[in-house]
T-cell receptor, first 114, second 115 residues
Framework: AQSVTQPDIHITVSEGASLELRCNYSYGATPYLFWYVQSPGQGLQLLLKYFSGDTLVQGIKGFEAEFKRSQSSFNLRKPSVHWSDAAEYFC????????????FGKGTTLSVSS | SAVISQKPSRDICQRGTSLTIQCQVDSQVTMMFWYRQQPGQSLTLIATANQGSEATYESGFVIDKFPISRPNLTFSTLTVSNMSPEDSSIYLCGSRQGGITDTQYFGPGTRLTVL
């Protein structure tokens, strides 16, 4: 079945430590890939997106993501986490043949400890 | 970028009633979307609303329950009809200027509680 999977429901990272949030997709073709962040009480904000080309994508707030076709993955990374990064992170895909609306994973909640 | 506002920001309603949520975009956009985010859950697409055509509903959502209007390129409404407590959710409006490679923006959401 077609799906977007975020295996980790909740992750806690120490401030200053590195972060990797996992995202896997299961579609016949390579979809367009996105990461959004939802901070408490705020709307969704786009961190980065991948359509084609360089598989390492740079985003806002120091985030990056790497597309790996062989693993059907699009993991989000940050070398040094700040307390303000605590939020809900959603991986999303869009398929041209499926109408182009974004389909979201279940999200990963990031907590940052001091 | 697009700035999206939603009204109301939150509401508490009685079962059996209906609520209309408004979504206003500060620029003309081709596509508008309505999502539902149930407590602790991800976003589920309800429907896609394009100006001048009927909304396209996803599996599990029907027009009688969630009628949508899209009268122009900057505005859309979603009505939650004959509400039950299971409809308690955050409803988010999204928009995209053009094709799939354009950024999709989201409104702040409408938090609905049905008693």
């Amino acid at each position: 079945a077609q799906s977007v999977t975020q295996p980790d429901i909740h992750i806690t990272v120490s401030e200053g430590a590195s972060l990797e949030l996992r995202c896997n997709y299961s579609y016949g073709a390579t979809p367009y890939l996105f990461w959004y962040v939802q901070s408490p009480g705020q709307g969704l904000q786009l961190l980065l997106k991948y359509f084609s080309g360089d598989t390492l994508v740079q985003g806002i707030k120091g985030f990056e993501a790497e597309f790996k076709r062989s693993q059907s993955s699009f993991n989000l990374r940050k070398p040094s986490v700040h307390w303000s990064d605590a939020a809900e992170y959603f991986c999303a895909v869009a398929l041209v043949q499926a109408g182009t609306a974004l389909i979201f994973g279940k999200g990963t909640t990031l907590s940052v400890s001091s | 970028s697009a700035v999206i506002s939603q009204k109301p920001s939150r509401d508490i309603c009685q079962r059996g009633t209906s609520l209309t949520i408004q979504c206003q975009v500060d620029s003309q956009v081709t596509m508008m979307f309505w999502y539902r985010q149930q407590p602790g859950q991800s976003l589920t697409l309800i429907a896609t609303a394009n100006q001048g055509s009927e909304a396209t509903y996803e599996s599990g959502f029907v027009i009688d329950k969630f009628p949508i209007s899209r009268p122009n390129l900057t505005f859309s409404t979603l009505t939650v009809s004959n509400m039950s407590p299971e409809d308690s959710s955050i409803y988010l409006c999204g928009s995209r200027q053009g094709g799939i490679t354009d950024t999709q923006y989201f409104g702040p959401g409408t938090r609905l509680t049905v008693l």
